[in-house]
């Protein structure tokens, strides 16, 4: 069976709230929250945090976690994904958002299982179903439209698609940053050159598309709540304080 490895790239630094990774939840810091709920995941075979700051690495180390110390000047998670993808031995890499502490092990196993299926796939990533109408016109939440296969045909931070038709009906698609490479293929894509859509939608799986690479997006029924702001911390020290 392939190897399966999940990499949680961690940054102290953040715009909106410094720190979050190591933001206290129902006693333990997010970052923590999300190493032990990947590692219930029964594909993965091991979990590594890659930070370049030495506050996460105690962090890590004092919950007992497995951590890399990577370069300071990476532009992009998928950068730090693929310095750590480069000198560990496996065959599939999972990209794990640090500030998702409440991420469903079964939604990994939605995203990771179709790679050991077919050795065709790439990569993949996860959607969920959006039920409020503000959401879609959020552009904090990205959207995502896929063909009838589950392959990605863009992703945007408008309201996509576009209802025209208000008598026919839609679905709306919330993407879900977690994503599943094929080893090969990530250390590939992460040398890859922006593209004008990447930039200008701020999407960086949007330079996987316009460099003719696909991308599957099954659906998982496990909601998960980043943790971007002040408020949404909140929400989820209320949801974690009740578990």
Excluded at 13 to 37: C, F, N, W
Excluded at 94 to 121: F, H, K, T, Y
Aim: negative net charge.
């Amino acid at each position: 069976m392939s190897s399966v490895v999940a990499i949680i790239p961690a940054r102290y630094a953040s715009t909106r709230l410094p720190g979050k990774v190591l933001v206290d939840i129902a006693g333990k810091p997010m970052l923590q929250h999300v190493y032990e709920r990947t590692r219930l995941c029964p594909l993965i075979s091991r979990v590594l945090v890659a930070t370049d700051d030495e506050r996460v690495e105690r962090a890590v180390h004092g919950f007992g976690g497995d951590v890399v110390m990577t370069r300071a000047d990476h532009q992009t998670g998928t950068d730090r994904l693929a310095e750590v993808a480069a000198g560990i031995d496996a065959d599939i890499i999972v990209n794990v958002q640090g500030d998702e502490p409440l991420i469903a092990s079964s939604s990994i196993e939605i995203a990771a299982r179709p790679l050991l299926a077919d050795p065709s796939l790439v990569m993949s990533t996860l959607r969920e179903r959006i039920h409020d109408p503000a959401d879609v016109a959020d552009p904090n939440l990205v959207k995502v439209v896929v063909d009838r296969n589950g392959f990605a045909l863009y992703f945007s931070r408008q309201p996509i698609p576009y209802h025209h038709h208000k008598d026919s009906p839609v679905v709306w698609w919330r993407h879900l940053g977690l994503y599943v490479y094929r080893r090969e293929f990530l250390l590939r894509y992460a040398v890859l050159p922006p593209t004008p859509l990447q930039l200008a939608e701020g999407l960086e799986q949007l330079r996987a598309l316009e460099h003719g690479y696909r991308i599957l997006v099954p659906e998982t029924p496990h909601p998960a709540i980043g943790v971007d702001t002040p408020e949404d911390l909140e929400r989820v020290r209320l949801l974690l304080a009740d578990e």
